[in-house]
Each structure stands twice: as structure tokens, then as C-alpha cells.
């Protein structure tokens, strides 16, 4: 492995046909590098779209009323209700398996935003009714002061959570804690400043948030007990799907909607998108590998038959040495080791290449809110690497076979 000479005769044969060489160790090299490109651009879209799932409770649901498309107990059909606040203890009592029913306000409907002013500034932010749990299901992290909290809820306190964007754009350099913001008409002191984790929600940048108890909101915005939707999470082991089938069961019978009405709840399961989109990624993964690999073995082979032919025209030069003493195990380490060499520089360079490229794009800044970041693991890079040497030795087994099948009596007579 070490011998000075064998080296130096690996080289001389490779430096022979310098061409031959370089096409042959350019498959290999566009294998391994496309391999590399492929995981890392994977990598790098699962981390953009998986990213707007962080902070998100990935084992909760979200409910909320729509029109009814079926005439029921005297109603006609198109009838618009509300969820009430008695619902939301008839859904902790009447749902097994739930763990946290959050009940939401927003000004306006949903992504709808609303006149918020400080002094001369005025914005457009979405303002929602929230309960204390709702950090349960939507983390977010608290930059400063603090979150809404039971006390708030029970006195009815007019005092807000805003987003980063909003402290940002409303008070700038500005101290926010102990201000006072108006929205529509009322005022709500700012008793915290928080950032959420996740990257976005459906396109939505939530750092433009604005969070007031929810009892205050009733109250403040004429919507004396009403409820615009449900945020709600399973236990540990729930399946959310049947969570979100019986709280509509619940709700239909509760508000006199036909039970198979099929428009007047709406939904959104966050655990299915959750899992669809993680089955995507694995799928992904594995067709980047199996496209990789097999462009990788087009390589392989390419190099397998250079050096068989390698083999043939050294025919004189491998029976002159099987006459003096060479043993089968050193033929078959000098083609082997030939074939390794012009792999593993290949794929060495081919694996430069790619993460030098993912690294360019990462340095350039080419993000969006689909795509983040692309890399490849460490672990990845290796197996890459093994998987390369190994497809180096195979590459060089049936050549060597070949080799030694060769007698030296009739070697010598070839010319």
C-alpha cells in the first residue's frame, strides 16, 4: 500500500493517456457532485418549508364556522353562526383525548388587518383575542416584558402582546413597555414584545402580531361571546384527525347543523400537513440518493472498462511478471489499487465541488421562505465517501479477475 514504486507505477499508467484519464474520472467526478447537490438542495428546501412548522404544536387543529349547505331542524341552508364561549367547555368535556382548546378573536377575519396608531404613526396589523395557551400551540419567543396571562383574562385587563415588526415600525428606537397603542378607537398598554419562532404561516409574517386577552377583546370590539375559531391539540398518542372529526360532531350537534353537512365547519389539521410534508422530504431524500448513485455507477462502470482495458494492453507486461514470481495477490492489488485511485480522486473533487457550491449559495444568500439554507451533514459526506470507495474496489474486481486469468506463457507471446 505504502511502496514507493507501485505509486509511481499507478501514476505512469494513469499519465499514459492523459485524456482517457480525465473523461474517465469525469463521470465519477459528475456522480458524486450531482449526488452532493441534489442531498444538499434537498437539505436546504425541507429546512425552508419545514421551518414555517417551528413553534407550531404539529399535533393540533384549527376550527373554525362557515355557511351551512344543508337545510336542518327549520334553518335553511346558508345560515352563518358563531361558536359561543359555552362551547369551549363542552369541547375540553365532550372530545377525549384533547389537551388545549384555545378559542380566537380577530379584528376583521382572517389575514385581515387593522389600523394601529401611536402618536402620529399609524400601521396595518393583524389583532387577535387570544388566551394564555395560545404560546402553547403557536410558540413564540418573548423579546420583552412578558406574554398575556390568566389575570389579564379574568380582570379584563386592555393590555397587548406586540410582534417585533410592530415595535419595530411603531416605536423604533423607543422603549415599547408601559406604552400606550391604539387600536380602533382603544387604547391597550404594551406589556410585552415578542418574536415567533416559526418562519412564516402560510406566507404571513407573524412578527406583525398584536395579542389582547381574549376577554378584553369580547368586550372592547362588541363581540360578546362569540368565538372566530378553535385552536386545538391533542395528547400525546391522539390521533388530531379524530379530535378534529369529533369536535365538529360535537359542534354540529350543539349549533343545529345537519351532521353531514360538509361546508359548515372549516379546517385546517396541522399534524397531517406536518406529516405529509416530512413523508415528502423522505421521499425526496431517497430519489436524490437513488438518481446520485446511479449517475454515480454510470461512472463506475466507465472506469471498470477502462481498466479493462488497461488489463489488455499490459497483457505482455502482467505475464512477465507472473513468470518471475508475481503472486495473484499482487496483480490483483495493483489493478484494484488503480481502479480505487482513479475513484477516489474523482469522487474527492466531485465532493469539493458540491459542497463548495452549496457553500457559494449560502454565501450568496439565496433564501427564500421555501428554500433555507442547503448542506450537506457530515454524516452524508461520508457515507458518500464510502459508498465511493466501495463502487472503487467493485469497479476494479472484474478487471482483476481478468488480470489473473491471463498465463504468462501465453502473455509473453502477445504483441
Not at 344 to 366: N, R, S
Request: aromatic share 10%; glycine share 10%.
Amino acid at each position: 500500500m505504502f511502496d514507493s514504486d507501485r505509486w509511481s507505477e499507478i501514476w505512469n499508467t494513469l499519465s499514459r493517456n492523459k485524456l482517457r484519464s480525465f473523461l474517465t474520472m469525469f463521470g465519477v467526478f459528475w456522480g458524486i457532485f450531482m449526488l452532493v447537490i441534489m442531498l444538499g438542495m434537498g437539505r436546504g428546501l425541507s429546512t425552508g418549508v419545514l421551518g414555517s412548522f417551528e413553534g407550531w404544536a404539529t399535533n393540533s387543529c384549527f376550527i373554525w364556522t362557515m355557511r351551512t349547505s344543508i337545510p336542518y331542524e327549520g334553518f335553511q341552508r346558508g345560515r352563518r353562526f358563531e361558536f359561543e364561549n359555552a362551547d369551549i367547555d363542552a369541547i375540553k368535556r365532550g372530545v377525549e383525548g384533547v389537551d388545549v382548546v384555545a378559542p380566537r378573536l380577530q379584528l376583521g377575519g382572517w389575514r385581515d388587518a387593522n389600523n394601529v396608531s401611536y402618536g402620529s404613526k399609524t400601521g396595518a396589523f393583524n389583532v387577535y383575542g387570544d388566551v394564555p395557551d395560545i404560546i402553547r400551540i403557536q410558540a413564540t419567543d418573548i423579546l420583552e416584558g412578558r406574554f398575556l396571562n390568566e389575570k389579564d383574562i379574568a380582570d379584563e385587563r386592555k393590555v397587548c402582546v406586540i410582534g417585533s415588526k410592530v415595535q419595530r415600525m411603531m416605536f423604533g428606537p423607543t422603549d415599547p413597555l408601559g406604552e400606550y397603542l391604539k387600536i380602533k378607537g382603544v387604547y391597550f398598554r404594551v406589556v410585552g414584545v415578542h418574536q415567533p419562532r416559526a418562519s412564516a404561516d402560510m406566507g404571513e409574517d407573524k412578527s406583525g402580531d398584536i395579542h389582547i386577552p381574549f376577554s378584553t377583546f369580547q368586550k372592547a370590539f362588541n363581540s360578546i361571546n362569540e368565538v372566530h375559531w378553535f385552536s386545538i391539540t391533542g395528547q400525546d398518542g391522539v390521533e388530531v384527525s379524530r379530535i378534529e372529526a369529533d369536535t365538529k360532531r360535537l359542534m354540529a350537534h350543539r349549533h343545529k347543523v345537519h351532521p353531514d353537512d360538509p361546508l359548515a365547519f372549516g379546517s385546517w389539521n396541522m399534524q397531517e400537513m406536518f406529516s405529509m410534508m416530512n413523508a415528502l422530504f423522505i421521499a425526496i431524500n431517497v430519489l436524490s440518493w437513488i438518481v446520485g448513485i446511479l449517475t454515480l455507477a454510470a461512472g463506475i462502470i466507465g472506469i471498470s472498462n477502462i481498466m479493462l482495458v488497461i488489463v489488455k494492453e499490459r497483457t505482455k507486461e502482467i505475464g512477465i511478471r507472473r513468470s518471475i514470481g508475481a503472486t495473484p495477490r499482487n496483480i490483483t492489488a495493483q489493478v484494484m489499487l488503480e481502479s480505487l485511485t482513479l475513484t477516489f480522486i474523482a469522487g474527492y473533487f466531485g465532493l469539493l465541488g458540491g459542497i463548495g457550491l452549496l457553500e457559494a449559495i449560502g454565501a450568496i444568500g439565496i433564501e427564500s421562505e421555501f428554500f433555507s439554507s442547503p448542506s450537506v451533514d457530515l454524516k452524508v459526506a461520508l457515507v458518500a465517501l464510502s459508498v465511493l470507495l466501495l463502487s472503487g474496489l467493485l469497479a476494479g474486481l472484474f478487471p482483476a479477475r481478468r488480470a489473473l486469468r491471463i498465463k504468462a506463457i501465453d502473455a509473453l507471446r502477445t504483441e
